[in-house]
């Protein structure tokens, strides 16, 4: 089992920036991919970014390419999403995931293990 809480969400305006960061607890964290997924109000969950056990392998959506950068310290037990230049379509519930798989995965079916989300929105 693995227990993930998010925390950082928050209200912005349209090009600032807002940091995410997910706690896992229960299996170790090293043993898991983790990922972002966001969902807006009446849209399908959607795969944001991925990264690998090791930190060194990660994937982006293409909508967030270039602007989001996922991070995690294993020591610390945590995974983050540093989010620049936000638009108000970023604006969703924002979920981290754990996959207990080695593979990188950005389908939402794959992963494990879901936090409660954490609401960001971006003002135009």
């Known amino acids: 089992q693995v227990q993930l809480v998010e925390s950082g969400g928050g209200l912005v305006q349209a090009g600032d920036s807002l940091r995410l960061s997910c706690a896992a607890s229960g299996r170790t964290f090293s043993s898991v991919t983790m990922g972002w997924f966001r969902q807006a109000p009446g849209k399908e969950r959607e795969f944001v970014a991925a990264i690998s056990r090791s930190g060194v392998n990660v994937v982006y959506a293409d909508s967030v390419k270039g602007r989001f950068t996922i991070s995690r310290d294993n020591a610390k037990n945590t995974v983050d999403l540093q989010m620049n230049s936000l638009k108000p379509e970023d604006t969703a519930v924002y979920y981290c995931?754990?996959?207990?798989?080695?593979?990188?995965?950005?389908?939402?079916?794959?992963?494990?293990?879901w936090g409660q989300g954490t609401q960001v929105t971006v003002s135009s």
């Open positions: 995931a754990a996959d207990r798989s080695v593979l990188v995965h950005a389908t939402y079916q794959n992963y494990d293990y």
